[in-house]
Nanobody, 127 residues
Framework: QVRLAESGGGLVQAGGSLRLSCAAS????????MGWFRQALGKEREFVAA????????GYADSVKGRFTISRDNAKNTVYLQMNSLKPEDTAVYSC????????????????????WGQGTQVTVSS
């Protein structure tokens, strides 16, 4: 059983930065892809970024491309989301997710492909 725990959320002014972390416990972290999703109040959950098992392949939503960076440290069982140039529209609960069915070198931007989810961390960007 894989358990995920996010940290690093908070309140930041527009233009600021935050780094989210997601620590994983359980099965071999280096064998599966990881993703970040977010859900704003009253809106559907949306894909933010994902990284393959080895960290060699990454993908981003158009809305965050060039501002956010996903990375992972397999030695620490942790995936990160560096968020720069934050905007008020980035305000949401951010959740990390693990895709235990992922194939080597791949990642998914579809939430239903992810098998394990964290509780989420709130990010609020003030204008």
């Amino acid at each position: 059983q894989v358990r995920l725990a996010e940290s690093g959320g908070g309140l930041v002014q527009a233009g600021g930065s935050l780094r989210l972390s997601c620590a994983a416990s359980g099965r071999s972290f280096s064998r599966y892809a990881m993703g970040w999703f977010r859900q704003a109040l009253g809106k559907e959950r949306e894909f933010v970024a994902a990284v393959s098992a080895s960290g060699g392949n990454t993908g981003y939503a158009d809305s965050v491309k060039g501002r956010f960076t996903i990375s992972r440290d397999n030695a620490k069982n942790t995936v990160y989301l560096q968020m720069n140039s934050l905007k008020p529209e980035d305000t949401a609960v951010y959740s990390c997710a693990a895709n235990l069915r992922s194939y080597t070198g791949t990642y998914s931007s579809t939430s239903r492909d992810y098998t394990n989810w964290g509780q989420g961390t709130q990010v609020t960007v003030s204008s």
